[in-house]
């Protein structure tokens, strides 16, 4: 399994960007993907995910109202659409990927397969 992140770059508060996962080799609706990112000096942390085998969604508090997750299982690939940018949004995102699990879509050390992450950075 791999995955190929794409879409970061530079934006300023209140803009928009639009990252983009494609996924290769076993990955299908019974694998569970998301977003995470890390802040420099911060840990790891959760950022958004949804189901393979339904639509349900998982956002954490502070990008909920301002960032959509959608996938896509014929073109194997998951997007994070972002709006209204903060400077605290400033960081590398990671597309992750686990088995479909029971677990909360939250629990990041459940995702068993990563990319090499993007960066976004918004500032003025």
């Known amino acids: 399994v791999q995955l190929q992140a794409s879409g970061g770059g530079l934006v300023q508060p209140g803009g928009s960007l639009r990252l983009s996962c494609a996924a290769s080799?076993?990955?299908?609706?019974?694998?569970?993907m998301g977003w995470l990112r890390q802040a420099p000096g911060m840990e790891r942390e959760f950022v958004a995910a949804?189901?393979?085998?339904?639509?349900?969604?998982r956002y954490a508090d502070a990008v909920k109202g301002r960032f959509t997750i959608s996938r896509h299982n014929l073109q194997r690939t998951v997007s994070l659409q972002m709006n209204s940018l903060k400077p605290e949004d400033t960081a590398v995102y990671y597309c992750?990927?686990?088995?479909?699990?029971?677990?909360?879509?939250?629990?990041?050390?459940?995702?068993?397969?990563w990319g090499q992450g993007t960066l976004v950075t918004v500032s003025s």
């Open positions: 992750a990927a686990r088995r479909r699990s029971v677990v909360d879509l939250a629990t990041t050390s459940t995702y068993n397969y």
């Open positions: 080799g076993r990955i299908d609706s019974n694998y569970d």
């Open positions: 949804i189901k393979g085998s339904s639509s349900t969604t």
